[in-house]
């Protein structure tokens, strides 16, 4: 009875849980706080911590880490299950959609609009992460470059483009940099 619990209660997260992983948050914790009890709200303040901290989606972290709390690794794989299951099934459907009418020149035409959308989409990430990188909080002015930040970003730039070295070891390599020179100035 738990596990069906469990994938349910993830289940409807992961289906209603629209614009990322903290929008999220109030479907789960109506889900764990609320309806079924298995956390009070000091535990999942410290869940949403947790899930923001470890490497993944939040709603998944918390699918497992509700899932272990509550009927151990066999719950986890349920509740996770449960979470991803949605995404998994829309996926496929457009997927299959895709590939049954990629030659109909309406999904072509669909598609061709919406690709400047998404480019426009990732670069605005990318200017905001990059504008935390290169000015933290501070108001956008030459004074509040962080020297430091501009030249690892440009490094990594250059390195990306003309080497093409894989991105998760330039970024380890920037974020190691980054320490040891924050080490040597303090």
């Known amino acids: ?3 069906i619990k469990l994938f349910l209660s993830f289940f409807q997260v992961g289906m209603f849980s629209m614009g990322g992983g903290y929008a999220a948050m109030p479907l789960i914790q ?5 309806v079924h009890k298995w956390l009070d709200m000091k535990e999942f303040t410290d869940l949403i911590t947790i899930s923001g901290m470890t490497p993944g989606p939040i709603a ?3 699918a497992t880490f509700v899932g272990i709390r509550i009927a151990g690794w066999q719950g986890a ?4 299950f449960g979470c991803i299951l949605p995404s998994c099934l829309l996926v496929s459907l457009l997927a299959w959609v895709y590939y049954k009418y990629k030659g109909v020149s309406a999904m072509q035409s669909v598609l061709a609009c919406l690709r400047p959308a998404v480019v426009a989409l990732i670069a605005a990430a990318g200017i905001s ?6 000015f933290a909080d501070a108001p956008i002015s030459l004074h509040a470059v962080s020297w430091i ?3 690892l970003f440009a490094a990594a730039f250059v390195v990306l ?3 093409k070295w894989n991105p998760i070891l330039v970024m380890s390599l920037c974020g190691v940099v980054n320490l040891c020179i924050g080490i040597l100035i303090k």
Request: proline share 0%; aromatic share 8%.
């Open 1 to 3: 009875m738990i596990y």
């Open 129 to 134: 992460i990059l504008r935390v990188v290169l």
């Open 161 to 163: 483009r003309k080497w």
């Open 149 to 151: 930040g501009a030249g």
């Open 60 to 62: 998944v972290n918390s």
């Open 30 to 34: 109506n889900q764990v706080v609320g």
């Open 77 to 80: 794989v349920i509740a996770t």
